[in-house]
């Protein structure tokens, strides 16, 4: 306790005096310690009920029969004997492989000319190159039926191939995960020091070679950690080849068939158990990597500046303009789809399609649905994700805890969204669990939306507060204030550009999936991302694409909206940043 306090103050005290500070000190640890035992137990039980009961019980349904008996390996020697398993399992690795190959080069190119290259319309293209985040990712499936479908207005480009099978789920997979790796790529590429191109420079290098002796190992990091996500992505993805991939099977199509076309829930818990392997793998190489990455950029370095080269500058700016036309004519045909009357017999443009009650009883409720949706996840998660990553981060005491916290928050992100929602199936869905009351609800549907992005979150809050100097919490001790004030006070306003990371993160991710939510909801709990699919099964693809867009839409709003607000939080609360 002396420590806390200066050696010559301690001094000058009188005794009585010191003895009554420390007492207090010590009822304000004691006081402190025990609201955070209190919410980092209920954070571990929460963690725990949510995340590793659903995957478990999962599990034990794999080793038994529909009826609930006991069968053991008898379920995966089945799957693996079956020839038709087997096709889904190499059709999901080959576009697995093809799309992580496409979008890494694509992105990368696109990351390079954002930071190494002096071309115009930098800030357009920033922004076009992260529009796809911000649609559902049925959306490009929708829309490359009207760009290349049997009635598409472009068909004859792919000279008599179908775009119904691999072609159009490599299309619709590298515009859905482009923009995931884009942000990695960028920020892998921001950072450079400037004297490592200056040797090259001085010992005459050709700008090729420093490119693969320079540029490439410098972010050679950041390449890896984005090929591992988009890999993940594309397996763990079920919507594109759901709308898009006609007869071609992949493993996400086959859990959704056997759960809901066949009701074969034992089978369906197998394919998941078979999909969440490579899910591991990839999340067991990011972990790798994130421990072998170092530092490049130090306080002695010199940050790299890149100078005109018109021959590179005009290269980077038509690679960027292709890629963004690609972007554009993807969302804008699901636009212009979704105003046409009825494609493609009459081509006239109306707000038809936008009238969901004439194709659907539930008309525009799905979407309010989904707005109420995202609005709960935004608030309550934030909340959760935010205290418990100040609990695990800046908490003085319970590090077992705190450590074991620290490891459920990062199982999520290597979980598929199909996994955990089947788990959540076979854990709720049953009479003898006290929480089956939650099952069609749209409480299970937060519930289960927060803890699928719960992750990204939380590295996001990690993050923030490590910037936070640990003597903010030892002051505030040293002069009995309690942690919850000192939070309010200080954690809050200075993390508050993060917390609307967070925020704006979830609710656009509420708004935009499927896959995790498509077996939970209820008859009065359909969101619009789960109508979009189900017009869409229905063959109604105009009222599919308007519903897609409305979702485009009010994402873009809020990012509109996230920008403002960010600002004028820079502005308010960061101006200790700049001195």
């Known amino acids: 306790m002396a420590s806390i306090l200066p050696t010559h103050t301690t001094a000058l005290l009188p005794q009585k005096t010191l ?11 004691s006081r402190d310690n025990l609201l955070l035992a209190t919410i980092l137990i209920l954070l571990t039980i929460g963690m725990s009920v949510f995340i590793l009961a659903p995957l478990f019980t999962m599990l034990l349904k794999s080793l038994q029969s529909n009826s609930g008996q006991f069968i053991g390996l008898n379920n995966f020697r089945d799957y693996f004997s079956s020839s038709a398993m087997w096709q889904s399992l190499r059709n999901t690795l080959f576009i697995g492989v093809m799309v992580t190959s496409l979008v890494s080069v694509l992105a990368f190119g696109f990351a390079y000319a954002l930071t190494r290259s002096c071309m115009p319309f930098k800030s357009l293209f920033n922004v076009l190159g992260s529009a796809p985040i911000l649609a559902p990712s049925l959306l490009p499936g929708i829309s490359l039926i009207y760009l290349l479908g049997n009635q598409g207005i472009a068909k004859d480009i792919l000279m008599g191939h179908s775009v119904y099978g691999p072609i159009g789920i490599t299309i619709g997979l590298t515009f859905w995960c482009f923009p995931h790796a884009l942000m990695i790529i960028k920020t ?13 420079q001085a010992l005459n290098t050709s700008p090729i070679k420093t490119f693969f002796i320079v540029t490439l190992p410098g972010a050679k990091y950041g390449l890896i950690s984005a090929i591992i996500v988009v890999f993940t992505l594309v397996v763990c993805d079920f919507c594109v080849p759901k709308v898009i991939g006609g007869s071609y099977n992949i493993l996400a199509t086959d859990i959704f068939k056997q759960v809901v076309g066949q009701q074969n829930f034992s089978m369906g818990a197998v394919t998941s158990v078979i999909l969440l392997i490579p899910a591991l793998f990839a999340f067991g190489a990011d972990r790798w990597v994130q421990k072998k990455q170092k530092g490049l950029f130090d306080s002695r370095s010199v940050a790299y500046i890149p100078q005109k080269n018109i ?109 955990l929602g089947l788990g959540y199936i076979f854990f709720f869905n049953t009479s003898h669990n006290p929480l089956s009351m939650l099952y069609g609800t749209l409480t299970i549907l937060v519930i289960n939306t927060v803890v699928h992005y719960y992750t990204v979150g939380h590295m996001t809050a990690v993050t923030a507060l490590k910037q936070l ?35 704006v993160y979830l609710f656009i991710n509420a708004m935009t999936t499927t896959s995790a939510i498509v077996f939970l909801y209820g008859a009065d709990t359909m969101p619009a991302s789960v109508s979009v699919l189900n ?30 607000i960010g600002h004028w939080l820079e502005t308010h609360t960061q101006a200790w940043r700049k001195r």
């Open 469 to 503: 100097p640990a003597e903010v919490e030892a002051i505030s001790a040293s002069i009995n204030l309690p942690q919850y004030k000192t939070f309010f006070k200080v954690t809050v306003p200075v993390c508050a550009p993060a917390i609307l990371e967070i925020m």
């Open 188 to 200: 892998s590429l921001r950072t450079s020091d400037a004297r490592l191109y200056e040797a090259a």
């Open 311 to 419: 021959i590179r500058d005009t290269a980077c700016l038509f690679f960027c303009a292709v890629i963004s036309i690609a972007i554009i004519t993807i969302i804008g045909m699901a636009i212009y789809g979704s105003f046409v009357t009825f494609w493609p017999w009459n081509l006239t443009i109306s707000l038809h399609n936008y009238d969901f009650s004439q194709f659907s009883t539930d008309g525009w409720q799905p979407y309010f649905n989904s707005l109420k949706l995202g609005t709960l996840v935004a608030t309550i998660g934030t909340v959760t994700v935010f205290i418990g990553a100040y609990c695990i981060e800046k908490g003085r005491s319970l590090g077992p805890l705190r450590n074991l916290l620290q490891m459920l928050a990062i199982v999520p992100m290597a979980v598929p969204g199909m996994v």
């Open 19 to 29: 003895t009554t500070k420390l007492t207090l000190f010590r009822h304000s640890l």
């Open 535 to 564: 017009m869409d099964d229905a063959g109604q693809t105009g009222p599919a694409a308007a519903m897609a867009v409305m979702i485009l839409l009010t994402a873009a709003l809020v990012k509109l909206g996230h920008i403002g």
